[in-house]
Every structure is written in structure tokens, then in C-alpha cells.
């Protein structure tokens, strides 16, 4: 008993001792600051003592303190109806109203600030601060886990003590394609990843890399789907149209990720990966998670215990510390893609797309506050002892998409994406049980510039001079849509996009076109069925051939009354999907799907099988030279379809676990590796479907 106490004591006298160090580094920065600034002033017009200013200090810094402590987390909570977004921006003002009511509870009466200056005032207190009390807490094991405890607030209050095997915390480095990893593992770009893979401090290497094959739907949505929900059936696109609705299904609306994963849990029987005591963070979909932050399929439900998607951002920013911190990266990030856009425009880089407007609050917004917030609540998840967590970081996918996969201004992202994992690694040292890391993506990216860039018309453009319809002289950019907005939307509060809404057609016979990277959608909204290629021709003759022999065209696929699905090239190449062979003796049978290497096939038989499949699909062309695809939606870096890189991510797992065994073909195997390894850690007992396991394999 007397241990017991013993060790209590000291751990009291250890956090007393920290605050009072806190404290008193927070004096001397309030002294310091009003020597520095004008209108900050800890003594009266006709001049006070050393000591009296020092007093005056020390009893500001520390009402300041305890004001951030107790009130701060009250204000956050009151403000739960502003949108996160916006919270960020408030933190300043809410910041500097608590230090001149700081001020104004002095016993010594002495302490002024001008508003403006309190704000500046406050931050650099709370920067400091928690500079100061991390150094302090990082020496101290116990204090250190209790730190990140409070940071994302995930207590497993009334539950039962965590099991003692291994958990697994799997990352998604969302659009980091396998040859980027491995490029920037050699340039020394990810030393953490590159530690788990080469053993460069000596211990040896921990973990594998292997590379997968995404589905003809190179893009989050679909390979999410298939990791969490294991199935990514009828998910032929980004978008697309469907036509018993009448409604465009778009993967990073929340209202259709609602949709998808209901689909998914049908046909699997199952609620996911994460359905037994797990952690879904930053995602599309669930997985089935209990512990949900940040997940768009759950953005348009009433709040409520089910519905915690943007808890996360209010965890984080209860901590004015945190709260500062972020906001002052997230003006740095805003500064720093303003002078790499001008950079790019006066060294006239090419290929090159816009990224004015609110790109830069976007890309803000992925690179630091959703990464911020995701990674704390992933440490929290953690310390919490959660059997399986699955975390979404989508940084690299966004500046990649307008800066190019290979350019200098994603080496940063890459650079702070690994100190992410490095924060995660350390925060499982201090878990209440051991943790296996799995580091991994949902698709790469393919560089090249835009379809619209190279022709001067976009593909909604092609088709409507295919069909005999007036095209406009002018033609207009094809909205790009990435992860990182929608996330930007539901932070808002704005889950749903008006310009995404359903188009209307001018004319009844007038087709939908939609994009998805390089990879088009053609329907025709006026027919409940899919369309043949008789039908087609009957209607516009010119279309398919015009489509077919555009230099910018890959290939097409469409349905055909003779021969079910059929793939069209350039001359009239027309050759029936059940005749395209993968024999390396039997090339030419693949046509134009020969440049598109192995699998190509296999992908587009797939598609041609899901019920919502376009009247026709089209992929853009691919250069296996240069690896460059063109996109039809205004992006430099694109994924969607096939062509390149966009189709070959990766996963990073520990030698500890079995191998993932053969070619991983499609994120529905990558699930069924994944339920494989819960099974091995003894973690949540997912039903294994042996027959979806068949044919995930």
C-alpha cells in the first residue's frame, strides 16, 4: 500500500512540478511580449516596480491558464452548432477575449492589451505553453499517454478493459501510388517508412511492401469500399449515372456513400471491417466502426449518438493549443500554395490547371486541419485500446491532383504525411496493448495534362459534336472532384454540392456525360436500359466512330446485341470481350487494350457485368513511354481509370503477420488479407464469407 502511495505522490509531484514550469515559462513570455509590443502593458501609466510588473505577470499568465483549461472546452461545446471549418477561424478571437478576461481578473488591476494585440498575445502564450509542456510530458511515459489521452478525448468510459493481444492500425496514404512510395523512399523523403522497410537504425526491417491492382475504377471510392465493406460491385466510376432514379451517384457525396455502403453491407451479408470494436477515421465509409469521426457516409444524419462524424474536430480544437497551432499551419499552407502556384505560372510549367479561387483554403484544409485532427483522433483511438483502426489521409491525393504527382510541392506533403505515421508509431509505445501497423493506399495517380488542355474541348464537348449538337465555342472546365472537398463541405455543414446536383438536359435525347479522371461516363437519360451499340448507331451514327478514332481516346466499351460487351478502337477495331486473351502468346487479341497492360481485360469484363454501367465507357489514351494518361476532369495528377500508375497502389504490412499471399488483384482481396490478419491477432471476430472469399481471390 505504501508503494502504491508512493508512486501516487510522485505522480503528483511530477505534474506540479510541470505546471509550475509551464507557468513560469508562461510569466517570462508575457514580459517578454510586453516589452515587445505596444499596447500590451502589465503596469499603470506612471510606471511600477520590477517586482510589481513580475507579479502582475505571474498572475495574468496564470489566470490565462486556468481560464484556457476550464472555459475553453465550455465555449468549443457551446459552439457546436458552428461549423468545424469556421471554428477553426473563431479560435483566435475566442483566444484573445480569454486573455483580456485574464487581465481583467488580475488582483493587481494592472494588466492592458488592445484587442487586436491580446490575440496575438494569447496564441503565443498557448504556442508556448504547449511547446513547453509537450518537451515536459514527452520525458515522463505516464504523462505523455495522459497528454494524448486528453488530445483526442477517446476514453473508453464504461467499457471493459482492453484485450491484451495485438491491435492493428491501418493508415491510407490516400493516392500515394507504389513507385511514388518506393521513389521517395530512395530520395530519403520518408525516413519512417523507409526505417520499416530497410531496418536502417539497426534493429533490421519490421515491415513488407507489396504492390496491388486496383479495378478498372481506379479511385477512393471504389477501393475504400471494397477494403472496409468487401465489395465493390456496381461502383463503375467516381460518378455516374443512374437511370431508374434519374440521380448521379458521386462516391464523395455523403448522401450517395450513405447509399453505397448500405449496397455493400446487402450483398456482404456483414457490417464491415471495423464492426467489432473499431475506429473509422477521416473516411467515406464506416466499416461498420462503432467509434466514428469524419466519415462522409454518416455527414447527412441528425445529430445524435450515431452520428459523431465531425466529433473529431471538436475534440481537437477543445485544446486552444491545438486550436492555434493548426490555425497558424493552416494560414502557412495557404501562403505557401500562393507562392508555388506563381512559381509555377512564371517558370510557365506545363501541363499546368488552374488553382485559384478556394483551391488554396482546400488544400489548406487537407494538408493540415484534416490531417491534424485524424491523427489525433487515431492516437487517441490508440490509448484507448481499440482491437482495429483505419484512418484516411488525403494531403498527397489533393496537391497531387493539381500539381502533378512527381512535382516538388508533394515532396513536403510526403514529408509531413511520414512524420504522421512517426506521431502514430509512438503513440501505440505508449498503448495499453501492443500494435501492429499497416500502412497502405487506395489507388496511385497518373500524371499528364488535361484532355481539354491538349484538344481544346472537353469530352461533354466530343460527344455532342458526335451526335450532331451544337457545341459551345468556348468550352467549359469539367468540375474536378476530389476527397478533400467533400470533407471541406461537411466541416461546413454543407454536406451536399448544388453543382453536383442531377444535370438536366436540354433536349430530351441529350446525353449525360460524366467524369472520372481519365475515365468518361456517356448515358442517355430518355431509356430505363442500357443501350446497344445497334441502338446507338441508330440514333447517332457518327458518335462511336467519332469517339473511337479521336487521337485521345483509348478505347471504348459497349454493349452489343451479337456479342454482350464489345471494346472499340481507332479504324473500326471492334473486338467481343469474350474473345480479348491475357497469353503474353495472344497480345494481339487485346487491341487497344494491349497498352494498358495485364489485367486490363479482367477489369473491363468486370465493369461490363454491374448493372449501372454507362451506354458507353470511355478511358482516355495512355502512353506507356512516358506513363502520362489525359484526364477529363481538369486535373495534372488523375486516377479513375486505367492507364498507368492510378492503377498499382500499395500496402505495407509487418513480416509478423502471414504474407499477403499471390497477386492481390482488387481492394475486395485486399479485405479479405486484411479480415485474414484480425483473425491471426485473435482481435474482433469478422465472419469470414468463404465464398466471397473465393471470389475476392
Known sequence: MGGVRGVRWRRIAGQLGRSVTVWAVSTLTMLALAALLPDFRLQSADGDSATRIAITAACGAGAFGLLSALVWPLLVRLLLLVPALFLGLLVFALNGSLLLLALRLNPTGQGEAAPETAVIVAAVMSAVASATGGALAVRDDDAYRRRLLRLADRRRRGTPPCPAGPGLVCVQLDGVGHDVLTAAVRAGQLPTLARLLTGADGTGPTHRLTPWRTDWSSQTGASQLGILHGSTFDVPAFRWYEKERGEVMVCNRPTSAAELQRRAMIRTGERGLLAMDGASRGNLFSGGAGEQA???????????????????????????????????????????????????????????????????FIRAFATVVERDVVVAAVMGDLLAGRSVVYADLVAYDEVAHHSGPHSRDVEQVLRRLDRSVALIEKAAEHAPRPYHLVILSDHGQSPGET??????????????????????????????????????????????????????????????????????????????????????????PALLATLANHPGVGFLLVRSEEHGGVVLGPAGTEIPLAGLGEHPGLGEHLGPLAPFGPGAAEAVRRTHAFPHTADIMVNSCYDPQTGEVLAFEEQIGSHGGLGGAQSRPFLLSPLALSAPGGELVGAEHVHAVLRRWLGELSGPEVPLDTDGDRRAA
Do not use: M, W
Request: aromatic share 6%; net charge positive; glycine share 8%.
Open 294 to 360: 469524419l466519415v462522409l457516409s454518416i455527414a447527412t444524419r441528425r445529430r445524435g449518438r450515431e452520428n459523431r462524424s465531425r466529433a473529431g474536430y471538436f475534440a481537437y480544437f477543445s485544446d486552444p493549443a491545438n486550436a492555434v497551432r493548426t490555425a497558424l499551419s493552416f494560414a502557412a499552407e495557404i501562403g505557401r500554395e500562393t507562392v508555388q502556384s506563381v512559381r509555377a505560372r512564371l517558370r510557365q510549367e506545363r501541363p499546368r490547371v488552374s488553382r485559384g479561387g478556394l483551391y488554396p
Open 451 to 540: 484532355f481539354r488542355a491538349r484538344y481544346g474541348l472537353t469530352l461533354a464537348d466530343l460527344v455532342r459534336a458526335g451526335c450532331g449538337l451544337p457545341v459551345p465555342r468556348r468550352a467549359e472546365r469539367t468540375h474536378s472532384g476530389a476527397e478533400a472537398r467533400a470533407a471541406v463541405r461537411a466541416a461546413l455543414g454543407r454536406p451536399d454540392e448544388p453543382d453536383e446536383a442531377p444535370p438536366r438536359p436540354a433536349r430530351r435525347l441529350e446525353p449525360v456525360v460524366l467524369a472520372s479522371g481519365n475515365l468518361g461516363l456517356i448515358s442517355f437519360p430518355d431509356t430505363p436500359h442500357r443501350l446497344t451499340k445497334e441502338e446507338i448507331d441508330l440514333r447517332h
